[in-house]
């Protein structure tokens, strides 16, 4: 008791002073910044503010429920769930504190799930039965140089022997024929056979290309003098014979440089009524920051990712089938950046915008195409502006997804580059030959911008920062609707908490928008501090939400509809529609979400009756839960019914 007394009248000794200094230091423009400050809130709050900008409003967990947000997917339950795994802090991993939470944006209950892997930096998708994809994730933080104590790096073990495979086991020792220097491994390997290459006309034998295996070595004991400088041929300890001669290894420069992030193989599908995890089979390869996106027979596919030693996957893609729950490798390979832009379009190939969250080298599927999956066949897209500003960019296929047009914004230059682009590229990929234009510019260079489809046919952009991760304080708080019909922006309300790296946003069946996560790297401008993860969430109410008037309703109707068939709605205000809207509902992840796409239908009223028609394209519509949405002729949507096309 005594001690609290105590540290009350500290505490209240500490803020006397405060307020004589803050005192003290008054003058002008303090006096005009609080006088402004409080005219800007009666400002925004005003009804007819609200009506023309809409309204932002920062929502808080209880303490006990707060994460580092880093994935968000809306559920056809409602509610959203937000992952964050050990949420880019090492103290979690090796914790092995591992975060799930799912949010009710309606009646603001929150819970937490238990979290079988870390699921930071995983990728994730909707599945036509309603649950969310998910696979990869973390296995280890990355080393910054500095921290690196012991040389390592990649090591391509090669098998020339036509005949068998070889496994080596962890600890393996490899010695460079040139540097003599020692290496040993981290994990064990097999090693496929070599293949042997014969004439095509001939017939005849030609060579054997040897069987390829990766794996990190490190130097056994820890300082600069045991790094490499170059390229060497390393010898196999402990093999002998044939084995010795055909069993070999080459590595690059092994050096005390910065080690990357490390993937995991680790599928799950989460259950959104069960509210949990069910682990299905892991991928092939270990990822981390994969793209996945379902394909025209509604299987998934999972590109890129840091694999389990920390480097770029080598182009080794694989199908997830949900009928068998199973990975299938792709035959070809293709290689993309981290998190690439990869949307189904309407002839079942593969729009890359160029968008991508920036990990791989800067040379390596950088230009945005449109890639048929079956032959591997990559057309180039030409016209992008700023295509060296590409990373941390996003990419929205703008409304209604029947037109197939795209929009591309900010994004910046590789790596921690301070170069960011106030561009939006359109591009119109019904166009007999499609290029990328220029669009409406942003007022500033802008990486991570959030985007979603609204269900009026505008898209918000929101948010980003100037700068890498938001260095020298250069978050953005300024928000935009795209008007796809002028392809113009308009301003709105500012919001209030910047958001750049590790952010994102997703449209809510009752027509708001949640915003998620932000890890600047600096907690002030001079870039001294280190930064905190923003983990309070943040919704922005659109206008049409504030017009007043009734907004219409919807209700009744069935809950499944097939692609080409109608189904009847009720609405009060049926003569009053004008439009008709089926969203697929995102799954977010570092400003990428390839899943949102909003489609027109055709639709009938009769009295307080609706009947919508559902398309009949596979590619257009695919599998799964959607938001149905009704909008009158201000474009003041409905609340959204949820609709299983099967
Ligand atoms: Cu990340």
Redesign the pocket.
């Known amino acids: 008791m005594k001690d609290q007394a105590g540290r009350r009248r500290a505490r209240r000794l500490a803020i006397g002073t405060a307020v004589v200094l803050a005192l003290a230091g008054m003058n002008g423009p303090w006096l005009y910044r609080f006088g402004t400050e409080q005219y800007h809130q009666y400002k925004i709050n005003k009804p007819g503010y609200k009506a023309a900008n809409g309204h932002w409003d920062i929502i808080e967990f209880p303490k006990e429920y707060r994460q580092d947000t ?1 994935h968000a997917a809306l559920l056809h339950t409602g509610k959203v769930l937000l992952v964050a795994g050990s949420g ?1 802090n090492q103290d979690n991993f090796n914790a092995k504190k591992f975060d799930t939470r799912i949010w009710d944006p309606v009646k603001g209950t929150i819970k937490k799930v238990p979290t079988p892997a870390d699921l ?2 995983t990728g994730h998708t909707q599945l036509a039965n309603g649950n969310l994809l998910i696979a990869g994730g973390t296995r280890r933080y990355e080393k910054l140089k500095g921290d690196v104590t012991k040389a390592g790096g990649l090591m391509v073990v090669h098998n020339e022997n036509p005949d068998k495979p070889i496994t080596l086991p962890a600890g393996t020792a490899f010695t460079g024929k040139e540097n003599g220097k020692t290496f040993v491994s981290k994990d064990p390997v097999l090693v496929p056979r070599a293949k042997k290459v014969f004439d095509p006309k001939t017939g005849a034998f030609v060579r054997n290309d040897p069987g390829l295996g990766r794996i990190y070595v490190e130097a056994k004991q820890s300082g600069s003098k045991y790094e490499t400088g170059t390229q060497d041929n390393y010898r196999v300890q402990g093999l002998t014979g044939a084995d010795a001669r055909n069993t070999y290894g080459i590595a690059q420069k092994l050096a005390l440089d910065k080690k990357d992030f490390q993937g995991i193989r680790d599928a799950y599908e989460f259950d959104p009524v069960a509210e949990r995890y069910i682990k299905v089979d892991p991928m092939n390869e270990a990822r981390w ?1 994969p793209t996945l996106t379902t394909l025209s027979d509604g299987k998934i596919l999972s590109v890129s990712g840091l694999d389990d030693i920390g480097q770029l996957v080598p182009g080794k893609n694989e199908i997830f089938d949900p009928k068998t729950k199973k990975w299938t490798y792709t035959k070809t390979l293709r290689q993309f950046p981290t998190y690439p832009a990869l949307f189904l379009m309407q002839n079942g190939k593969i729009f890359y915008s160029g968008s991508n ?1 920036g990990y791989g080298p800067d040379n390596v599927g950088r230009e945005p195409g449109i890639w048929d999956v079956g032959t591997n066949k990559f057309t180039k897209l030409p016209g992008l502006g700023d295509p060296n500003m590409m990373e941390t960019s996003g990419t929205v296929l703008l409304p209604p997804a029947q037109d197939e047009k795209f929009m591309v914004v900010g994004g910046g230059g590789v790596g921690e580059s301070k170069l960011s682009s106030k561009k939006t590229r359109l591009i119109d990929l019904k166009a007999k030959n499609p290029r990328f234009v220029d669009g409406p510019e942003l007022e500033k260079g802008t990486r991570y911008p959030q985007s979603s489809i609204l269900p009026d046919d505008t898209v918000l952009v929101s948010g980003g920062s100037e700068d890498y991760r938001g260095r020298g304080a250069s978050n953005i708080l300024q928000a935009r609707l795209y008007h796809p019909d002028s392809n113009s922006f308009t301003q709105v309300a500012d919001p209030l908490v910047g958001r750049n ?2 952010s994102g946003s997703l449209l809510l069946p009752d027509g708001r928008v949640m915003f998620f996560g932000s ?1 600047s790297l600096y907690a002030d401008a001079a870039n001294t501090k280190p930064g905190k993860f923003e983990q309070r969430i943040e919704i922005y109410t659109p206008p049409y939400l504030y017009r007043g008037g009734a907004r219409p309703t919807l209700s009744g109707g069935p809950q499944t509809i097939a692609r080409g068939a109608s189904g009847t709605f009720t609405s009060q205000h049926a003569s009053r529609i004008k439009k008709v809207r089926l969203i697929r509902p995102s799954a977010s992840t ?1 400003v990428t979400d390839v899943d949102q796409r909003s489609v027109a239908l055709d639709f009938k009223t009769s009295g307080d009756k609706v009947t919508v028609t559902v398309p009949t394209d596979r590619n257009l519509v695919q599998s799964g839960w959607y938001m149905l949405f009704v909008d009158d002729g201000q474009g003041t949507p409905s609340k959204a019914q949820w609709v299983k096309v099967p």
Request: aromatic content about 30%; proline content about 0%.
């Open positions: 880093i880019n930071f930096c920051y969250a790296y590790h890890d570092h």
